[in-house]
């Protein structure tokens, strides 16, 4: 076996960490929730090229477009919403509605947390930087600020809130434990290639400092490949696994059946989203 020292943090803490350390960094391998990280580290060009074996497993939607890092897993966007409130009727139809005047105080989000800067980060690579940033004042005018998207759902499922904006594993997660924060929701799937449909990729990459490459390209080797993927499949985080040929868990709705939108993974601009995120005062 190898064995595996894990220094943990948010995606941007330990992706600014690998910036400052630069070549000296002691880690091998950067593995990340969502994928704006993977891009920081990318266009700092301290990712070593992945070869051809690793990036075979993960179909084109779900890696990088340089070849640089690949997808591990997968989360949906949704819209988490009390049915006593709501049904399938009256739902939004597009993450465009939550910006109308009739939303105002009905709908909570998390926006400081590196999930929904992902998901604001699909909105201006779709839409661009001008309707992105009108969506985000809208928002300020209109969402009930949280903090975590477990508080953003419970607030839904207390009917604090019509509804929620978050991915889809949390409900699955609190489904098969108490479901203290979901028994009262259900989930809305924008799909028809909205941006409230984007699918948000967990990234693995290694890096040129890495004194083991060889173990590192193994680990991601191991991780995209059929063992890997069935501990998604079978285990509880309910992300949905993205390797060829994976199937994901058997309670999750299909992958392909999300309508997601087309997003490169390798082109999220965090530095632009928080850009226009602390002039819509979301941050």
């Keep these: ?84 409130k709501l049904n399938a009727d009256n739902v939004p139809k597009s993450m465009d509605d939550l910006a109308k005047p009739e939303w105002k105080g009905r709908w909570a989000a998390s926006p400081s947390g590196a999930d929904f800067q992902a ?35 419970a607030s839904a499922n ?3 809130v019509d509804g929620a904006l978050i991915y889809h594993y949390y409900y699955y997660g609190d489904q098969a434990g108490t479901k203290e924060s979901s028994g009262n929701v259900q989930q809305h799937f924008f799909k028809n290639q909205d941006p409230g449909a984007f699918i948000s990729v967990s990234g693995g990459g ?26 998604l499949r079978d285990g509880t985080s ?15 709705s299909p992958i392909a059946d999300l309508g997601a939108p087309k997003v490169d993974q390798s082109t999220l601009d965090n530095a632009k989203v928080t850009e226009l995120m602390t002039a819509a005062g979301l941050l």
């Design 1 to 84: 076996g190898i064995a595996v020292t894990i220094r943990q943090g948010s995606d941007l803490e330990v992706g600014n960490q690998i910036l400052q350390e630069g070549a000296n960094s002691p880690a091998d391998v950067f593995l990340t929730e969502n994928s704006p990280a993977m891009v920081l580290v990318d266009k700092a060009g301290l990712f070593e090229p992945l070869p051809q074996d690793i990036l075979d497993q993960v179909p084109a939607q779900f890696r990088a477009s340089d070849g640089e890092w690949t997808g591990i897993a997968a989360r949906s966007t949704v819209f988490t919403y009390n049915k006593d």
């Design 158 to 160: 207390k009917g604090e």
């Design 238 to 252: 309910y992300e949905y696994a993205v390797g060829v040929g994976a199937d994901s868990n058997a309670a999750l």
């Design 119 to 153: 998901i604001v980060g699909a909105y201006l690579q779709l839409k661009g930087e001008d309707a992105t940033l009108a969506w985000l004042k809208a928002m300020k005018e209109n969402a009930v600020i949280v903090r975590g998207n477990r508080t953003a759902m």
């Design 206 to 231: 290694v890096l040129k400092s890495s004194k083991h490459k060889d173990e590192a390209f193994q680990f991601l080797k191991f991780i995209t490949g059929p063992a890997g993927q069935a501990v």
